[in-house]
Protein backbone atom coordinates (compact mmCIF):
# COMPACT_ATOMS: atom_id res chain seq x y z
CA UNK A 1 0.00 0.00 0.00
CA UNK A 2 1.50 3.33 -1.27
CA UNK A 3 1.17 5.99 1.14
CA UNK A 4 -2.16 7.74 2.19
CA UNK A 5 -1.67 11.28 4.07
CA UNK A 6 -4.74 13.07 5.59
CA UNK A 7 -4.21 17.01 7.23
CA UNK A 8 -6.37 18.60 10.07
CA UNK A 9 -5.63 21.73 12.03
CA UNK A 10 -5.56 20.94 15.92
CA UNK A 11 -4.60 24.34 18.19
CA UNK A 12 -2.66 25.97 15.41
CA UNK A 13 -1.25 22.93 14.58
CA UNK A 14 -1.23 20.89 10.94
CA UNK A 15 -1.17 17.21 12.11
CA UNK A 16 -0.54 14.88 9.13
CA UNK A 17 -1.88 11.44 9.79
CA UNK A 18 0.39 9.24 7.43
CA UNK A 19 -0.57 5.41 6.95
CA UNK A 20 0.95 3.25 4.89
CA UNK A 21 4.51 3.00 3.36
CA UNK A 22 7.37 5.33 3.45
CA UNK A 23 9.74 3.97 0.12
CA UNK A 24 11.58 4.87 -1.98
CA UNK A 25 9.23 5.38 -5.19
CA UNK A 26 6.15 5.19 -2.91
CA UNK A 27 5.48 6.94 -0.18
CA UNK A 28 8.66 9.27 0.09
CA UNK A 29 7.65 12.17 -2.93
CA UNK A 30 4.19 12.32 -1.48
CA UNK A 31 5.63 13.12 1.83
CA UNK A 32 7.97 15.64 -0.04
CA UNK A 33 5.01 17.54 -1.74
CA UNK A 34 2.67 17.81 1.55
CA UNK A 35 5.59 19.41 3.73
CA UNK A 36 6.51 21.94 1.11
CA UNK A 37 3.07 22.79 0.71
CA UNK A 38 2.79 23.10 3.99
CA UNK A 39 5.69 25.46 4.72
CA UNK A 40 4.72 27.41 0.90
CA UNK A 41 1.31 28.18 2.96
CA UNK A 42 3.43 29.52 5.54
CA UNK A 43 2.73 26.65 8.08
CA UNK A 44 4.76 27.07 11.26
CA UNK A 45 4.08 24.26 13.16
CA UNK A 46 3.69 20.44 11.48
CA UNK A 47 3.17 17.30 13.39
CA UNK A 48 3.69 14.08 11.49
CA UNK A 49 1.44 11.05 13.04
CA UNK A 50 3.07 7.88 12.20
CA UNK A 51 0.56 5.94 13.43
CA UNK A 52 0.00 3.81 10.72
CA UNK A 53 3.11 3.51 8.71
CA UNK A 54 3.82 0.07 8.73
CA UNK A 55 7.36 0.38 6.54
CA UNK A 56 10.08 2.86 5.78
CA UNK A 57 13.10 2.32 3.86
CA UNK A 58 16.14 4.17 4.33
CA UNK A 59 14.88 6.88 1.73
CA UNK A 60 12.06 7.21 3.47
CA UNK A 61 13.73 8.21 6.97
CA UNK A 62 15.85 10.45 4.60
CA UNK A 63 12.65 11.34 3.72
CA UNK A 64 11.98 12.41 6.87
CA UNK A 65 15.32 14.55 7.71
CA UNK A 66 14.53 16.22 4.54
CA UNK A 67 11.23 17.36 5.74
CA UNK A 68 12.73 18.29 9.58
CA UNK A 69 15.45 20.00 7.82
CA UNK A 70 13.05 21.66 5.49
CA UNK A 71 10.85 23.13 7.93
CA UNK A 72 13.90 23.89 10.75
CA UNK A 73 15.09 26.46 7.42
CA UNK A 74 11.66 27.97 6.93
CA UNK A 75 11.34 28.95 10.20
CA UNK A 76 8.98 26.16 11.04
CA UNK A 77 9.07 23.14 13.72
CA UNK A 78 8.23 19.84 12.85
CA UNK A 79 7.85 16.85 15.32
CA UNK A 80 6.96 13.16 15.40
CA UNK A 81 4.04 11.38 16.96
CA UNK A 82 3.20 7.78 17.55
CA UNK A 83 6.10 5.72 16.35
CA UNK A 84 5.51 2.33 15.46
CA UNK A 85 8.04 -0.58 16.83
CA UNK A 86 9.38 -0.56 13.48
CA UNK A 87 9.95 2.50 12.70
CA UNK A 88 11.03 3.61 16.43
CA UNK A 89 13.69 0.75 16.55
CA UNK A 90 15.15 2.44 12.49
CA UNK A 91 15.17 5.87 14.35
CA UNK A 92 16.99 4.78 17.32
CA UNK A 93 19.51 2.49 15.07
CA UNK A 94 20.39 5.42 13.13
CA UNK A 95 20.71 7.95 16.03
CA UNK A 96 17.14 9.68 14.31
CA UNK A 97 16.11 9.36 18.00
CA UNK A 98 18.05 12.18 19.07
CA UNK A 99 17.21 14.50 16.23
CA UNK A 100 13.65 14.77 16.38
CA UNK A 101 10.78 15.49 18.95
CA UNK A 102 9.43 12.67 19.33
CA UNK A 103 5.89 12.75 21.26
CA UNK A 104 3.36 9.34 22.30
CA UNK A 105 0.07 11.15 22.72
CA UNK A 106 -1.05 13.88 20.48
CA UNK A 107 -2.61 16.35 23.50
CA UNK A 108 1.02 16.32 24.89
CA UNK A 109 2.55 17.47 21.29
CA UNK A 110 0.36 19.89 20.60
CA UNK A 111 0.72 21.16 23.93
CA UNK A 112 4.86 21.45 22.99
CA UNK A 113 4.01 24.00 20.11
CA UNK A 114 2.88 26.23 22.65
CA UNK B 1 11.45 -0.10 -9.13
CA UNK B 2 9.97 -3.83 -9.59
CA UNK B 3 12.63 -6.34 -9.39
CA UNK B 4 13.71 -4.41 -5.76
CA UNK B 5 10.14 -5.67 -4.67
CA UNK B 6 10.70 -9.08 -6.44
CA UNK B 7 13.40 -9.53 -4.56
CA UNK B 8 12.02 -8.57 -1.30
CA UNK B 9 9.20 -10.36 -1.90
CA UNK B 10 11.35 -13.63 -2.66
CA UNK B 11 13.79 -13.42 0.29
CA UNK B 12 10.55 -13.18 2.59
CA UNK B 13 9.32 -16.14 1.85
CA UNK B 14 12.32 -17.83 2.26
CA UNK B 15 12.74 -16.18 5.54
CA UNK B 16 8.97 -17.73 6.54
CA UNK B 17 10.05 -21.16 5.26
CA UNK B 18 12.82 -20.99 7.27
CA UNK B 19 10.44 -20.53 10.03
CA UNK B 20 11.91 -16.90 11.24
CA UNK B 21 10.06 -14.46 13.26
CA UNK B 22 8.70 -11.19 12.18
CA UNK B 23 11.32 -9.23 13.41
CA UNK B 24 13.99 -10.98 11.97
CA UNK B 25 11.67 -10.63 8.55
CA UNK B 26 11.42 -7.37 8.42
CA UNK B 27 15.31 -6.91 8.86
CA UNK B 28 15.97 -9.75 5.96
CA UNK B 29 13.29 -8.01 3.76
CA UNK B 30 14.75 -4.12 4.59
CA UNK B 31 18.29 -5.19 3.82
CA UNK B 32 17.58 -6.85 0.71
CA UNK B 33 15.56 -4.16 -0.32
CA UNK B 34 18.24 -1.55 0.51
CA UNK B 35 20.98 -3.90 -1.46
CA UNK B 36 18.93 -4.26 -4.33
CA UNK B 37 17.83 -0.64 -4.79
CA UNK B 38 21.88 0.10 -4.55
CA UNK B 39 22.37 -2.56 -7.01
CA UNK B 40 19.64 -0.61 -9.31
CA UNK B 41 19.96 2.93 -8.95
CA UNK B 42 23.78 3.10 -7.78
CA UNK B 43 25.32 -0.25 -9.32
CA UNK B 44 23.20 -0.26 -12.61
CA UNK B 45 22.77 3.57 -12.39
CA UNK B 46 19.25 2.26 -13.92
CA UNK B 47 20.33 1.24 -16.94
CA UNK B 48 17.98 -1.14 -17.90
CA UNK B 49 20.22 -3.05 -20.59
CA UNK B 50 22.30 -3.98 -17.05
CA UNK B 51 20.45 -6.89 -15.11
CA UNK B 52 21.12 -7.16 -11.43
CA UNK B 53 21.79 -11.16 -10.59
CA UNK B 54 19.77 -12.54 -6.90
CA UNK B 55 20.89 -15.86 -5.06
CA UNK B 56 18.89 -17.04 -1.99
CA UNK B 57 19.58 -19.66 -0.58
CA UNK B 58 19.10 -21.87 2.75
CA UNK B 59 22.48 -23.84 3.78
CA UNK B 60 20.26 -25.48 7.01
CA UNK B 61 22.76 -22.69 8.88
CA UNK B 62 22.12 -19.45 7.18
CA UNK B 63 20.12 -18.04 5.19
CA UNK B 64 22.19 -16.56 2.61
CA UNK B 65 21.36 -13.33 0.09
CA UNK B 66 23.30 -12.79 -2.94
CA UNK B 67 22.61 -9.65 -4.97
CA UNK B 68 25.01 -8.82 -7.91
CA UNK B 69 25.12 -6.16 -9.83
CA UNK B 70 26.75 -4.95 -13.36
CA UNK B 71 28.16 -1.24 -12.45
CA UNK B 72 31.23 0.28 -11.77
CA UNK B 73 31.65 -1.08 -8.81
CA UNK B 74 32.51 1.10 -5.14
CA UNK B 75 34.38 0.90 -2.15
CA UNK B 76 32.43 0.24 0.90
CA UNK B 77 34.86 1.14 2.93
CA UNK B 78 34.88 5.13 1.36
CA UNK B 79 30.81 5.32 2.68
CA UNK B 80 30.70 7.87 5.13
CA UNK B 81 29.52 7.27 8.63
CA UNK B 82 25.46 8.03 9.14
CA UNK B 83 25.89 8.05 12.66
CA UNK B 84 28.53 10.81 12.74
CA UNK B 85 27.33 13.71 14.07
CA UNK B 86 27.90 16.41 10.83
CA UNK B 87 26.12 13.29 8.89
CA UNK B 88 23.13 12.88 11.02
CA UNK B 89 21.22 15.69 8.90
CA UNK B 90 21.97 14.23 5.45
CA UNK B 91 19.09 13.19 3.37
CA UNK B 92 20.66 9.92 2.27
CA UNK B 93 23.62 7.77 2.96
CA UNK B 94 21.92 5.00 5.48
CA UNK B 95 21.16 2.07 3.37
CA UNK B 96 24.84 0.51 3.27
CA UNK B 97 25.07 0.89 7.51
CA UNK B 98 21.32 -0.46 7.85
CA UNK B 99 22.51 -3.73 5.83
CA UNK B 100 25.06 -3.99 7.76
CA UNK B 101 23.68 -3.23 11.25
CA UNK B 102 20.27 -5.64 10.12
CA UNK B 103 22.21 -8.67 9.07
CA UNK B 104 24.33 -10.87 10.85
CA UNK B 105 27.29 -10.61 8.18
CA UNK B 106 27.70 -8.80 4.80
CA UNK B 107 30.51 -9.51 2.28
CA UNK B 108 30.90 -7.30 -0.43
CA UNK B 109 32.50 -8.67 -3.68
CA UNK B 110 33.72 -6.89 -6.52
CA UNK B 111 33.20 -7.83 -10.03
CA UNK B 112 34.51 -7.25 -13.58
CA UNK B 113 32.24 -5.45 -14.02
CA UNK B 114 30.12 -5.08 -10.90
CA UNK B 115 29.69 -5.84 -7.67
CA UNK B 116 28.02 -8.48 -5.44
CA UNK B 117 26.64 -7.89 -1.80
CA UNK B 118 26.21 -11.29 0.28
CA UNK B 119 23.76 -10.83 3.36
CA UNK B 120 23.87 -14.09 5.71
CA UNK B 121 21.43 -14.59 8.80
CA UNK B 122 22.33 -16.79 11.14
CA UNK B 123 19.20 -19.49 11.69
CA UNK B 124 18.56 -20.73 15.03
CA UNK B 125 19.15 -24.22 15.88
CA UNK B 126 16.25 -26.59 15.14
CA UNK B 127 14.78 -26.97 18.70
CA UNK B 128 16.15 -30.51 20.16
CA UNK B 129 19.09 -30.64 17.82
CA UNK B 130 22.32 -30.81 19.05
Redesign the interface.
Known amino acids: MALAIASREVDGVTVLGLSGRITLGEGSVQLRDAIRDLISKGQKRILLDLGDVNYIDSSGLGELVSAYTTARNQGATLKLLKLTKKVHDLLQLTKLYTVFDIYDDEASAIASFK | ?ESVEEVEAAADQMAIEAGLDEDQR?HIA?AV??AA?NAVLHGNEYDPTRKIEVTIENTGNDLKIAIADEGRGFDPGKVPD??AQEN????????I??IR?LMDEVHFRQLHPGTELTLVKHLAPAAGKT
Open positions: MFMREIPLLLRGTGRGFLS
